[in-house]
């Protein structure tokens, strides 16, 4: 793919998941036999990647991966997908970073991640990698790759007229001010929210985060289905298709890449938010992550049982 055909930009991590399925989570000192596994690609920013290019966006990784047998399933999957890998760094020191999930019967997850090569992508990646990021129309990032690292793409994109989107997650009290106020749209969960604001109502935390300087909050709610939050205008209330769940592993994910995609054709909020819904709920009708995330026509099959109101 030639650089000047990416639309969207992600600054992110790439891990190799190991699934676990089991009847209910461990308590401390216990064990439990698994009911099956599942291994396959994950990583928030691969995820948000893989799901925006399915939906149809031109799309690039700026990542980075270990010289391993999980770091060249990166690189493969990426261009399997034509998202650009031209900015992707294979690091000889360091494994690809990994993930163990445990999803109980009920489809809710617990994670740990090793972030293994992800911690290492710096600054200097993110210079080498300033035409890709210039010539872009959105960058996307999370947080599981380095705060400093983020900040410089934001930076950059700032500079070349850029949008931004920033889905804050894992959860960081400590999120950097600056990164925030590079920020364009900033998507967090509830939980993340709360750690943010410290705020516990919806309707707080958005108006909570909008005063640390993103043009626009979106916060996902679950199965409530998700708020957007804008200056001098009422938020705008979302909710997903109903849908049968086994795995809400990469849910949040399938949303985040699809409403970058679904923002990208005419920056219609409201548009992107239902799309967005309808992509996460699609995703936790499947096992694993990016293997659960389905493509624009899948999406915009769904029922149509989701409304908006002010």
């Known amino acids: 793919m030639s650089n000047s055909a990416v639309q969207i930009v992600v600054v992110g991590s790439y891990n190799r998941d190991l699934a676990l399925r089991v009847d209910q989570f461990p308590a401390p000192g216990e064990t439990r036999l698994s009911l099956g596994r599942i291994e396959s690609p994950g990583g ?15 799309t690039a990784m700026i990542a980075a991966v270990g010289q391993d047998p999980a770091g060249v399933e990166a690189l493969s999957l990426w261009s399997g997908l034509q998202i650009d890998t031209s900015a992707v760094v294979r690091l000889s020191d360091v494994a690809t970073g990994m993930a163990m999930i445990l999803v109980d019967h009920q489809a809710e997850n617990m994670i740990v991640v090793d972030s293994g090569a992800n911690a290492h992508l710096s600054e200097h990646h993110i210079l080498a990698a300033k035409p890709l990021i210039a010539q872009a129309r959105l960058i996307l990032a999370q947080l599981e790759t380095p705060m400093a690292a983020t900040k410089a793409a934001f930076d950059q ?3 070349a007229g850029v949008t931004t989107l920033l ?6 009290a400590a999120l950097d001010q600056q990164l925030l106020a590079l920020t364009d749209i900033l998507c967090v969960n509830q939980t993340e929210g709360t750690a943010l604001s410290g705020q516990t109502s919806p309707e707080a935390i958005g108006a909570s985060l909008l005063e640390m300087g993103p043009a626009a909050v979106i916060l996902t709610l ?28 990469g849910a949040g ?3 985040i890449g699809a409403f970058a995609a679904q ?11 239902h799309f967005a819904l309808a992509a996460g709920a699609l995703a936790c009708t499947r096992q694993g992550a990016a293997a659960s995330f389905g ?12 409304s908006a109101r002010p």
């Not at 998700?226 to 205008?233: H, N, P, S």
């Not at 493509?295 to 989701?306: C, F, G, T, V, Y």
Request: proline share 9%; glycine share 6%; charged share 20%.
């Open 44 to 58: 928030k920013g691969s995820n948000q990647a893989i799901q925006a290019a399915r939906c149809g966006a031109t």
């Open 157 to 159: 994109a700032r500079r």
């Open 167 to 172: 889905n804050a997650a894992p959860a960081n």
């Open 222 to 249: 679950g199965v409530d289905g998700a708020m957007l939050f804008q200056r001098d205008q009422p938020p705008l209330c979302a909710h997903p298709p109903t849908v049968k769940a086994v795995d809400t592993t």
């Open 253 to 255: 994910d399938a949303f």
């Open 263 to 273: 923002w990208l054709l005419n920056q219609d909020p409201s548009a992107a938010l």
């Open 295 to 306: 493509d624009r026509q899948e999406i915009e099959r769904l029922p149509a049982s989701w």
